[in-house]
């Protein structure tokens, strides 16, 4: 349906349900509004914020003094030069990881300039011993409703549909659950991440996807309940009713490689 | 010469951008596609961002229809944007080009670090270390001695 749109809310909640009201389809798949503002002025805000050192040593870690910029970076609210610029007279040489970061957001970019569409494809085969054909079309619907039972995946899964947002760590996490545990192929999860997440772009989203994936890796990413804990001070761990039986991630790698990739005869994987 | 139309999309929603300052008065148009995966949070978060951009015209439909529309109402006879490496992008550039018979004018957004050759700097982008070895110290630097 075509029509030119308003521009003077009385606040947010006339905006939203203005938008509600235009746009039902949207809203029926995924009623949530996140808490982040969109906007210039919200960017510059946590810019000043930023803590480039911190970063360095604490991004890891779902408390960590993590940017929050990255759906500013991928609506061009701000750009990864002027973060960059930003970041080192914050912190000098200290937000050289920041800048790293920042860089594989333009490597991402650059990749999808060559290859466009193709962004969907694998870039390579899996060095899982498994086949494509090996993995699921379909994501199951408890991933997608947050019903697994297991506390950490149904967070996640339930933060990305009401914020539009996952620490990165969160990200790898849920992918790597997807994929290896639970053998969907990269895309589907992909798609998923792409309709709600706020920074969603192909380039950085499903080019990470393939990273965990081993189809743009040497190697795949998994993670045990040990690394998990440790980077969530165990919050999801602690509340979850297969933290003593019944946990998927409780191994160590060497058991997770067999019974993840029982095909592969040799290699590494990324942990 | 008269104004040209400014066509805002959603991989450039800056209110500084090149193209918004090169052509500060020039009507300046969103156009919201019909997207079957679009969630609402995302559409709440283009708009706050489309709100801090004076003068924005925010219109829903097909893209290519909307601009030709809004380039006639505004008396436009060329549009000006931003680039996006996105496929989706370049074909639009492409359909209002050859089938609408309009110029584009296309801006890029600043390079994250000086190229040290021009647009001919070329990247080795085989996997991120080769991208990354032989920009890291002008990335790392707030002045780099050889930056174009």
């Known amino acids: 349906m075509r029509m030119k749109l308003r521009t003077e809310f009385i606040d947010r909640e006339d905006l939203i349900a203005y938008l509600r009201e235009v746009f039902p389809a949207a809203a029926e798949r995924s009623a949530a509004v996140a808490e982040l503002r969109g906007g210039r002025q919200a960017a510059e805000s946590l810019l000043q914020a930023m803590q480039p050192a911190r970063y360095a040593t604490t991004r890891n870690h779902l408390q960590g003094a993590v940017t929050r910029l990255s759906a500013y970076l991928r609506h061009g609210v701000l750009t990864l030069a002027e973060v960059r610029r930003a970041a080192l007279r914050h912190a000098g040489a200290e937000a050289g990881k920041l800048v790293q970061e920042l860089a594989w957001r333009d490597y991402w970019q650059r990749i999808y300039a060559q290859i466009g569409a193709g962004i969907w494809q694998d870039r390579e085969p899996y060095k899982t011993g498994w086949q494509p054909v090996d993995y699921a079309t379909e994501l199951p619907a408890e991933i997608v409703a947050g019903q697994t039972g297991l506390q950490c995946m149904d967070s996640f899964a339930q933060e990305l549909h009401r914020t539009g947002y996952l620490h990165n760590h969160a990200r790898m996490w849920l992918a790597s659950y997807i994929v290896h545990f639970r053998r969907v192929r990269w895309q589907t999860g992909a798609a998923w991440f792409l309709a709600h997440l706020l920074d969603g772009d192909p380039a950085s989203n499903n080019l990470s996807w393939q990273w965990i994936a081993s189809t743009f890796a040497v190697k795949p990413y998994y993670f045990n309940r040990a690394s998990l804990e440790q980077f969530t001070d165990g919050q999801y761990c602690r509340a979850c009713q297969y933290y003593g039986h019944g946990c998927p991630f409780a191994a160590t790698y060497e058991e997770l490689q067999a019974r993840l990739f029982p095909k592969k005869s040799e290699g590494e994987t990324n942990k | ?148």
Request: contains cysteine; hydrophobic residues 45%; negative net charge.
């Open chain 2, 1 to 148: 010469m008269t104004s040209p139309l400014i066509w805002l999309h959603e991989d450039c929603l800056n209110p500084h951008s090149p193209a918004l300052q090169a052509y500060p008065k020039a009507p300046r148009v969103f156009v919201f596609a019909e997207d079957p995966r679009a969630s609402l949070k995302r559409i709440v978060f283009q708009y706050e961002c489309l709100l801090e951009i004076p003068g924005v015209e925010i219109r829903r439909g097909e893209v290519v229809t909307e601009l030709v529309q809004a380039a006639r109402e505004h008396n436009c006879q060329r549009l000006v944007t931003m680039s996006s490496v996105a496929p989706q992008w370049a074909a639009i550039c492409a359909i209002l080009r050859d089938d609408q018979q309009l110029s584009v004018e296309v801006f890029a957004p600043e390079p994250f670090v000086d190229n040290a050759a021009g647009e001919a700097e070329r990247f080795d982008l085989r996997r991120f270390s080769r991208y990354w070895h032989p920009i890291k110290a002008r990335a790392l630097s707030l002045n780099p001695p050889f930056a174009g």
